[in-house]
């Protein structure tokens, strides 16, 4: 079977899944029209098409589809860029609550023969630790997380301001020996119960490879959000995106269902 033959197939498995998880969103909006009863774990979908604008390579499409209730989420997404890359990924994780914190287990495959895993963590109530792991099995993967995936996250955040979220955290490659490192200020404001705002202020330093003579990258960027239920919009400015040569600007409008 041939490489092209191959990825058709995985990606007419991930449409599938994608028509199935949309199938069951509309018979679950139409029992809840007919007056049925609904479960208490309740699907809330997100849709999030995003752009994504290249300075040195082709401008190229993601489409995520997200699904989640009180106790789990799963996603299926597909990103082209061109006919240079392309690539279908399924996802699920599932958020553990306790009296001191959370614990977010997360789980992603991608074809191409992707696989990667993390575990992210949060610790204290109004003031908290941010404490994360994630290994990847190295396989070919376009990063859309935009920091190292095989690394360590540790950091803090409060919630002393209300409706506000303040958080400072850094992203450390633990195992490539390429020395990137990736520092995020995040600021989330619910000002009322539809309206919320995002930014997220970010500064990278490493190098691409594990090579000590390659030049070392740095730069800063900011990405923006704007929620306003069922409706969202999100820009981004990332240079150096993945430690690459390439400046990005991003733009998703998206939608909950």
């Given at each position: 079977m041939t490489a092209e033959r191959r990825?058709?197939?995985?990606?007419?498995?991930?449409?599938?899944?994608?028509?199935?998880?949309?199938?069951?969103?509309?018979a679950a909006g139409a029992a809840e029209e007919a007056g049925e009863p609904q479960p208490e774990?309740?699907?809330?979908?997100?849709f999030?098409?995003?752009?994504?604008?290249?300075?040195?390579?082709p401008n190229a499409w993601d489409f995520n589809l997200r699904g989640?209730?009180?106790?789990?989420?799963w996603w299926v997404g597909y990103y082209q860029r061109s006919d240079e890359f392309q690539q279908a990924r399924l996802g699920y994780e599932r958020p553990t609550e306790f009296s001191f914190g959370r614990i977010v287990p997360s789980f992603q495959y991608a074809s191409r023969g992707f696989l990667g895993g993390s575990l992210y963590g949060?610790?204290?109530?109004?003031?908290?630790?941010?404490?994360?792991?994630?290994r990847t099995n190295l396989k070919d993967y376009y990063n859309l997380n935009f920091d190292p995936n095989d690394a360590v996250t540790f950091g803090?955040?409060?919630?002393v301001v209300r409706n506000t979220t303040l958080s400072l955290y850094q992203v450390r490659d633990d195992r490539l020996d390429t020395g990137q490192r990736i520092t995020h200020a995040v600021a989330r404001w619910k000002?009322?119960?539809?309206?919320r705002w995002t930014v997220d202020v970010f500064y990278k330093?490493?190098?691409?490879d594990s090579d000590p003579a390659s030049e070392r990258i740095r730069g800063t960027g900011v990405a923006v959000t704007y929620d306003f239920d069922p409706y969202f919009v999100r820009v981004a400015s990332d240079p150096h995106v993945n430690f690459s040569d390439n400046n990005m600007v991003r733009l998703a409008i998206g939608f909950r269902f």
């Open positions: 990825h058709s197939g995985k990606l007419a498995a991930a449409v599938v899944t994608a028509a199935a998880l949309a199938c069951a969103c509309r774990n309740k699907v809330a979908w997100k999030t098409p995003t752009w994504h604008n290249n300075s040195s390579q989640n209730t009180d106790t789990q989420t949060e610790i204290g109530g109004d003031w908290f630790a941010i404490l994360g792991w994630g803090a955040g409060t919630r000002p009322d119960e539809k309206t330093e490493g190098r691409p």
